[in-house]
């Protein structure tokens, strides 16, 4: 007879909240049951039956299209950049000077597929030894390096890699280019991006400038060879299957350290940014009366982040796991740099290769943080899943466009599996497996088997 | 990082006036983003910023785009200039 009850209030609850929902900017009132709802899941008071089940599907599916969405943009603009700039250049091979085996034709498929492991492990180990420095440099206090790398790898991708691509489409637009009009553009253009993204700015602006981040970050590694790149791929989604969801490991003990100091760990994550605000809870326990005594001291902080209350420890981290993932790239870029233009580097003694270092990675997550009043009820994605999969994207976009149709949808469909499991767990997953596989997947039959097939047809005037 | 925290009240102001400076340095467009920014306030200060901000942008722009107009057109007439400012050289001009 209560379950009756408890159906009965939640479906009124869910009009009133259907009804609502629609004005984010609003206070609304409606949040707190949202609250109440998967405060008590996470408390366990309620089992998540199957009421609830329903309920937080519905949330998610309607945050689904947030997180499609950039995604869809990013790996659009990859393909049309790729398709226009970049694919009637001869393959430069920047990478070979880094990359341990040189990948040509001349040698045997098993040869080259072996080689093409070599580097790909090369570069996963890489990623670990720097994400075991980055969390190391973390707990030893010394967060303020990690920030200044941010910064100023963000600085040099936007200046650098953004002037390099505009010069790419301007020559294959067959327009002309003046170095001071250049110049002043590009730098106002990385000057701004980069307080937007480190500092404050528009949420628009900031999420328009990380998606035109990870488009060049994929553009430019979208030069690896072949092999590599797919090897690298897979060892990637299996790498962030690993980290993500081991229960040991650097992860809680990074994890640990930012909830002791109360600061986010400095990252790049995509975030869509819903804000909603809400009273807070009537109903807490005494964990949670804790931690808004220990917010209220912390209230001259300006982020809410340090706000964290022990019930959404595991999401807090989650979180703080998702800002990681990304950040290391740009630590990655500028070693990138470095060898490029110091090109005396010794790269057979260390193996300091591509370093496309991901740290603990790609994790979507939820971050539910009730104890603020500000709350982010955003899906959260890190920028390390956006470039990893445009990076597939534009593998497929130098071939043909049935090929990336393929892959985008194969990746999309990734993605809102991916977002399913995030509302069923309620953990924080690995954006990058499901998707990468079946990106795979789809790259190989569409390109081995429906391409073929098409130009068949469409010589004998077939249209299917 | 930061940017997903909406900013306090008291510290709107000083934010506006960092931005303000910072682009005084020839970086017009940091402007235009601190206008997205805070488009929506009321701050009487900080519309001033806003205001000004916006029309020191759209002055740069034009100066921009009337600089950009007579090197695309007058590029070849100028010779040696003309191709040491040149960043991309577009196949097939005289």
Known sequence: MSSQNEIEEKKKKKKKRNNKKQNHKQKNKTKDVEFNTRYEIQEGKRDPGKEDLDYIVAVYTKQLR???????????????????????????????????YNESDEDSAGFRFGGALLNAVIVIAVILVVTLIMVCLYMKGFDWILVGWVIFSVFIILTFYGLLTWLEIFQYLNKSLDWISALIVIINFGVAGTITITWKGAKIVNQIYLIIISVLFAAILSTLPEYTTWILLVLLAIYDLVVVLSPKGPLKMLVETAEKKGKPIPGLIYSSMVWFMSKLEKNKTKK??????????????????????????FLQNNKILNSNSSESEENLIKDNHEIDKEESEENEKTPTKIKISKKKTKKKKKKDDNSSALLDHSPKLGLGDFIFYSLLISKAAYQDYTTVFTCFVAILMGLSLTLFFLALLQKALPALPLSIFFGIIFFFITSNVLVPMNSLLFQDHVFL | MDPTIPLKEEE?????????????????????????????EKHPKIRFYVFWGLVGFFTELLILVFWMGIFVSKRDSWGETGESLSAVLPVGTQ
């Open chain 2, 12 to 40: 709107k102001e000083s934010v506006c006036k960092k931005m303000w400076i910072i682009g005084f340095f020839g970086l017009p467009f940091v402007w235009f983003t601190m206008a997205c920014y805070f488009w929506k």
């Open chain 1, 288 to 313: 949670k009366r804790k931690n808004e005594k220990k917010n209220e001291k912390k209230k001259t902080s300006s982020s809410s982040e340090s706000n964290t209350s022990e019930s959404d420890h």
């Open chain 1, 66 to 100: 947030k997180v499609l969405i950039p995604v869809a943009v990013t790996m659009l603009l990859v393909v049309l950049v790729i398709r226009t700039a970049y694919k009637d250049k001869p393959e430069e091979g920047a990478f070979n000077d880094i990359m341990v």
